[in-house]
């Protein structure tokens, strides 16, 4: 109840925010083709003069990461010395992993190694060893240490503040509070906020866009349902009702659930897959391509093609890294909720080793399965994708299984509760932002949250009504630019922070109730 209470909302935040959402689905909804036309030239725009600048920021983002975790900072703790972790181990990386893969992965731990087949990169010609090779490494490379990366810098600033610090709100702006000062209390925190919002809602609609049409196709195959409108509609209402229910229960008895149960499907479907599947072919596989990757981690990092220009970095790499910014800021205002008490040290392993480890496990395993499937020629992914699109080649995959009815499901289930983890993170977070008050212990108000988990589902409806999702797609890389500066303030904020906290360290955790007496003394003055 108290808690409840002390969520009042901060009305230039909730307001702008909500309006800019909702003008821009209804300029979608009416006008279509202008903004179909407008978001391709975006898209254009920032791809053709801007990727090199995300490759060298999500090198950035790693760089610093890896300086901070296994650097002097990474037994700082982000909380004070009595705090303790609210989670356990394991449903604390559940919460973190499944938040921060959506149901993307259950999509392109197939789809892209039949991409990448046809059209590999670094200029491997198609349908070679060397191709399939690479088919199945490249999606390793693009849910691994650059992305994880790219998700845990905002956290570790984010959480020391509000639980080290003691700022009085879960929003990224008061964790900018070191570089602005108390200019994040008035414009210069509703601007950064906002840019939050506005980047949330397009990766939250790139999501969507890639899941919900997944579904659809899967249900068309096992059920024989006609994969219209009204039925991804349908799916979207599901959706809503589902972490609409879990942004009501709160973290404890619905996001935990849900990463949980979550967590334990997906292992048991890909322990099923290694077990029944060419098993030894997989390992080798998996081993050849982290063999790959450790040897050409810098090269794929910074390749752009930029004599022969076949589009391969824009198309994948680029779009991902713009993608991993656009959730950036909702991974670490979620994940620093959920992190008080833990090192820096602690965070970056969860995310940069758990969270790769968790991707690889699935891109290893069921990208080898594609490959073997297609390198022995039994089944023509190739041709399914030409007649069937995206999802009738998962379909074709997933049916070469032993029981496919049963894995059909399973996958669905995991695909759908995925996306449900990453949503209701997603409305839970959008809550936080628009809060005027929140500690660290503390959660946005119960009809706050409820109103960002219906307003996705009312946006991603009428995104999906004017002809799919592709709009909401391409939104995530157009918000993403104007983010990463955000984030470089964020990343610079949180080294002042650590920095004026702890001019001496020891070697055991420590919080800044540890700091030196006279620093002691002033953060006493502060809080009170």
């Not at 391709?40 to 920032?46: C, K, L, P, Q, S």
């Not at 890639?210 to 409108?229: D, I, K, N």
Request: aromatic letters at 14%.
């Amino acid at each position: 109840m108290e808690q409840e209470r002390r969520g009042g909302i901060n009305p230039p935040v909730f307001w702008i925010s909500l309006l800019i959402v909702v003008a821009l689905a209804v300029f979608l909804i009416f006008w279509p083709e202008a903004g179909e036309r407008a978001v391709n030239a975006v898209w254009t725009f920032v791809t053709a003069n801007f990727g090199w600048y995300f490759l060298l920021f999500g090198m950035f983002c790693f760089v610093v990461l890896m300086w901070l975790g296994f650097g002097k900072y990474g037994n700082v703790k982000l909380g004070r010395a009595e705090d303790k972790p609210e989670f356990s181990t394991f449903s604390w990386i559940a919460m973190l992993f499944c938040a921060g893969i959506g149901g993307g992965i259950m999509t392109w731990c197939i789809m892209e190694p039949v991409y990448y087949m046809s059209g590999p990169p670094l200029g491997v010609e198609p349908g070679t060893a060397l191709a399939y090779e690479w088919a199945n490494t490249y999606g390793l490379f693009h849910w691994g240490f650059s992305a994880w990366a790219i998700y845990c810098i905002p956290t570790i600033p984010i959480a020391y503040a509000v639980f080290a610090r003691r700022e009085p709100s879960l929003r990224i702006s008061t964790a900018c509070r070191a570089i602005f000062g108390d200019r994040v209390d008035g414009w210069v925190g509703v601007v950064i906020d906002i840019l939050i919002m506005f980047g949330l809602v397009g990766a939250v609609g790139t999501s969507l866009g890639f899941a919900v049409p997944a579904l659809s196709s899967v249900l068309h195959a096992l059920f024989g349902l006609e994969q219209t409108m009204l039925l991804q509609i349908l799916i979207i209402i599901a959706w809503v009702c589902l972490f609409g229910t879990s942004v009501y229960r709160g973290l404890s008895k619905g996001i935990k659930v849900l990463s949980d149960i979550n967590v334990y499907l997906a292992l048991a479907l890909i322990i099923f897959v290694i077990l029944v599947g060419p098993t030894t072919y997989i390992l080798k596989m998996w081993v050849n391509s982290f063999g790959l990757i450790l040897d050409n981690f810098f090269r794929m990092s910074f390749w752009l093609d930029p004599v022969a220009q076949g589009g391969f970095p824009e198309a994948w790499t680029v779009f991902y890294w713009a993608w991993w910014i656009a959730y950036a800021p909702m991974m670490g205002l979620f994940v620093a909720r959920i992190s008080k008490g833990r090192t820096i040290r602690e965070l970056v392993i969860a995310e940069c080793i758990w969270g790769t480890l968790g991707c690889w496990v699935y891109f290893a395993i069921f990208g080898a399965y594609t490959v073997y499937l297609e390198s022995n020629q039994i089944v023509s992914l190739q041709e399914a994708l030409a007649t069937g699109g995206e999802f009738g080649a998962i379909a074709a995959v997933l049916q070469t299984l032993p029981l496919p009815k049963i894995m059909m499901i399973i996958w669905a289930l995991c695909i759908f509760i995925f996306l449900a983890t990453t949503l209701d993170s997603t409305a839970y977070t959008l809550a936080s932002v628009c809060t005027k008050v929140l500690h660290g212990d503390e959660q946005p108000a119960l009809w706050n949250r409820v109103v960002w988990a219906v307003t996705l589902g009312l946006i991603s409806i009428g995104l999906l009504v004017i002809g799919g999702l592709r709009p909401a797609q391409l939104s995530s890389l157009a918000a993403a630019l104007p983010l990463t500066f955000v984030l470089i303030i964020l990343i610079f904020s949180g080294i002042k922070m650590l920095k004026e906290d702890f001019p001496h360290l020891s070697a055991k955790p420590i919080s800044i109730n540890d700091k030196l007496p006279e620093v002691a003394h002033q953060q006493h003055v502060m809080d009170a």
